[in-house]
Nanobody
Framework: QVQLVESGGGLVQAGGSLRLSCAASGKIFSINAMGWYRQAPGKQRELVAHITSDGSTNYADSVKGRFTISRDNAKNTVYLQMNSLKPEDTAVYLC?????????????????WGQGTQVTVSS
């Protein structure tokens, strides 16, 4: 009923930039938090950046000053601008959204995830 679709990944040289997008669609009343995680081979999934519905943000220490998260509530879309990319940023990037929807007279909430987009940074 709710889908999150990422785009914008790819291969880039160290020092380069990429912009990821994640659009949510379906039976959506509103979206609370949105954000990005990443998972590199052999490593645990880690939070990259998070943004609330009112625009408050937080970032992993490893990306502070290089990555910027933003969202367009009218489009149910979250973005991740990644600058000064490093080889250690290489991972599958997954977006998530805490989505609210109406079921009858009840407002429900659940987390949804995108399928992931590969970001590869070459040295």
């Amino acid at each position: 009923q709710v889908q999150l679709v990422e785009s914008g990944g790819g291969l880039v040289q160290a020092g380069g930039s990429l912009r990821l997008s994640c659009a949510a669609s379906g039976k959506i009343f509103s979206i609370n938090a949105m954000g990005w995680y990443r998972q590199a081979p052999g490593k645990q999934r880690e939070l990259v950046a998070h943004i609330t519905s009112d625009g408050s943000t937080n970032y992993a220490d490893s990306v502070k000053g290089r990555f910027t998260i933003s969202r367009d509530n009218a489009k149910n879309t979250v973005y991740l601008q990644m600058n000064s990319l490093k080889p250690e940023d290489t991972a599958v990037y997954l977006c998530y959204g805490r989505v609210r929807w109406v079921e009858g007279t009840i407002l429900r909430e659940s987390d949804y995830w995108g399928q992931g987009t590969q970001v590869t940074v070459s040295s």
